[in-house]
């Protein structure tokens, strides 16, 4: 096989969280990219995917291993990489044309080759005829061809995109999606590879030639899948939908060796005190549960075919599911989502008897509502400020990350009433204890 045009080798990348303490978001990363292909980074929000691309694009350096370009060292930003953000990054004070002559300027090019470049790079995104309009003119569409537009105008060898189209409508994206395609079948850039950042599982079947499905807490390759369907592709046909489900497999379930052994590397989700507990409304899992046992599904409903249910991406759906999973009200089996004997008990009881249910659930399987309860037990006043508790998180999570978990978790204990909690005073209790 050809040298690959982009080589990733051990990189792993920590956060400095406090003195003395990191924070691990990328772990061991190890991939290539060949000319020719369009490659996702497919994962849920915090796994490490966008760190990845700046770390690819040298707008930051790994803490260990290294990208390699082309057989040379990646350390800073290097000619022939090119890369679109998710927010359009334009500057309102400057017109489309100004902005897209923007990265040709900072490479020395001649002005006048400058005007005639950035003109026949608007002209290919199919922005013609707004070379003088502002940014806040423009449609979120537009403003992001205009990245696309500066982004080419360099002429790049590799194109990166963060999550392109994830702040545009449905059909917009769906357009510029389209567009990008035939730019790239009709070799009509001097671009040899394409890789981007998302968590849209439709998204990446849709464009991609292989697809490297990162897992999180920290983020590492979970799986990689060839894509062999031809362009275009039909979303409605059974290839399409059979490499779907195929994706939500792959994302779902811990992955085997050759034998069928579960990986001895495989970051198994043990529980601990620290643990990321994702945001859920407990109405939402309420009602997916609801959903589940409702006579229509017998208790089993595919992923895909929920996403379009209830119009749920990745960062939706799977917090909801990883929750049903972690209290043991539902499982995930090759694809679909099961209820569980104490899930269809939950979903058939009326309100007071589930708030029992959840109740002992969070107790049994969520270490930290076990621990906050077990500390307000033994305290005479039965009182502890959630102060006490954020801190004991920081030592295992970074400041903001502590924050969210413990709203989660004292979210779901007001609900279970295994504790009470004053906003006003910050301070949890037993209050109104069952």
């Known amino acids: 096989m050809a040298e690959p045009i982009i080589d990733v080798r051990n990189v792993s990348k920590s956060f400095k969280k406090a003195e003395h303490q990191d924070l691990l978001v990328l772990d061991d990363i190890n991939f290539q990219m060949h000319a020719g292909e369009i490659v996702a980074l497919l994962g849920k929000s915090g796994s490490g995917k966008s760190t990845l691309l700046r770390i690819t694009a040298g707008l930051t350096k790994p ?45 020395g090019i001649p002005r006048s080759e400058c005007r005639t470049r950035a003109l026949k790079a608007i002209d290919t995104i199919g ?25 080419l105008v360099v002429n790049p060898d590799i194109l990166l995109m963060d999550e392109p189209f994830s702040a545009l409508d449905v059909l917009t994206a769906d357009n510029l999606k389209s567009d990008l395609l035939d730019l790239w079948q009709a070799k009509k850039t001097n671009t040899n590879g394409i890789l981007f950042v998302t968590h849209n599982i439709e998204e990446a079947a849709m464009l991609a030639d292989r697809i490297v499905i990162f897992g999180s807490d920290p983020g590492y390759i979970r799986a990689e899948l060839k894509v062999n369907l031809p362009h275009p592709r039909n979303q ?55 959903i589940m046992d409702d006579p229509e599904h017998h208790g089993r ?33 090759k694809g679909d989502l ?91 209790s037993l209050e109104n204890p069952n």
């Open 63 to 107: 803490s260990t291993g290294s990208v390699l370009y082309r057989g040379n060292s990646v350390n800073n930003p290097v000619h022939g990489i090119a890369m679109v953000f998710q927010n359009f990054a334009l500057l309102p004070w400057l017109t489309v044309l100004q902005n897209v002559e923007l990265g040709l300027e900072a490479l």
């Open 127 to 151: 922005l013609d005829g707004f070379e003088s309009a502002f940014p806040k003119e423009l449609s979120g569409g537009m403003r992001q061809r205009v990245g696309f537009a500066r982004a």
């Open 236 to 290: 409605q046909e059974v290839p399409f939908r059979n490499l779907v489900d195929n994706i939500y497999t792959l994302m779902t379930t811990q992955p085997t060796d050759l034998k069928g052994q579960i990986r001895r590397d495989y970051r198994s989700r043990a529980i601990g005190l620290g643990y990321r507990l994702p945001d859920a409304d407990i109405s939402e899992l309420t009602g997916l549960l609801e």
């Open 301 to 333: 409903i595919d992923l895909p075919e929920l996403t379009e249910t209830l119009h749920l991406n990745v960062n939706d759906l799977f917090p909801l599911t990883e929750v049903l999973e972690i209290l043991g009200f539902a499982y995930v089996a």
């Open 338 to 428: 099961m209820l569980s004997p104490a899930g269809k008990v939950f979903a058939n009881a009326d309100i007071l008897e589930r708030k029992k249910i959840f109740a002992s659930h969070l107790i049994r399987y969520v270490p930290l509502a076990k621990h906050i309860r077990r500390v307000l037990d033994e305290r005479p006043g039965h009182r502890a400020s959630k102060e006490r508790f954020l801190t004991e998180l920081e030592d295992l999570l970074s400041e903001e990350e502590a924050e969210r978990v413990l709203r989660v978790v004292i979210d779901w204990g007001r609900y279970a009433e295994i504790f009470a909690y004053d906003h006003n005073t910050g301070m949890l």
